[in-house]
């Protein structure tokens, strides 16, 4: 990360810490600045670990019914982040486990998508980053895309920081296998 880019990842953070200090006090605008800044982090977290659309939408709207409702009981404003995300987490658990029961009731098999064969770098990080399990999907979301630090992935995935250490150390491992045609 260079200077000026961490630089501006400081000031977005507090600027996000401001928005949150206004939404407390009960500014309404501060909450749609807020809102606007944060949905389209939320969308693209909930899409890598749904992967579809309609499901990540929901888990996204469900989120920020939780965020407004929550968002007086959150003390430190500047972890935020974190607090957004693991709140991201559990509706996108959700959403999963309503799609398994509902498949368990269905009891039908769907066919998995056929995915282009393409040497298009975007398809494949985006492969790689599939092929990973949810944990560490998550995890590598929230370091490489999101730039959370450990410490706020832990607080996200409600696991220590050794285990978001772990799960990153081995999502890392294997993006980097998948991404050289190694296997991991």
Known sequence: MTGLSASQDDTGRLFDELLVMHVQSGDQRAG????????PRL???AMRLLQDEEMALIAVQESWV??????DSLRDPARFAPWAFGILRRRCADRIRALQKRRQNES???SEPVE??????????????DALPHDQRLAA???FVE????????EAQDVPTGTAKSR??????KLKAALSGETP
Do not use: C, M, Y
Not at 32 to 39: D, G, I, K, P, S
């Open 32 to 39: 749609e600045r807020l809102a606007a800044r944060w949905q």
């Open 43 to 45: 969308v693209r977290t």
């Open 66 to 71: 939780s965020i407004t409702r929550g968002i």
């Open 108 to 110: 039908s098999v769907e």
């Open 116 to 129: 282009p064969d393409s040497n298009d770098e975007k398809l494949q990080i985006r492969q790689a980053f």
């Open 141 to 143: 979301q929230l370091f």
């Open 147 to 154: 730039g959370l630090t450990l410490a706020e992935i832990a």
């Open 168 to 173: 990153l150390f081995h999502a890392r491992r």
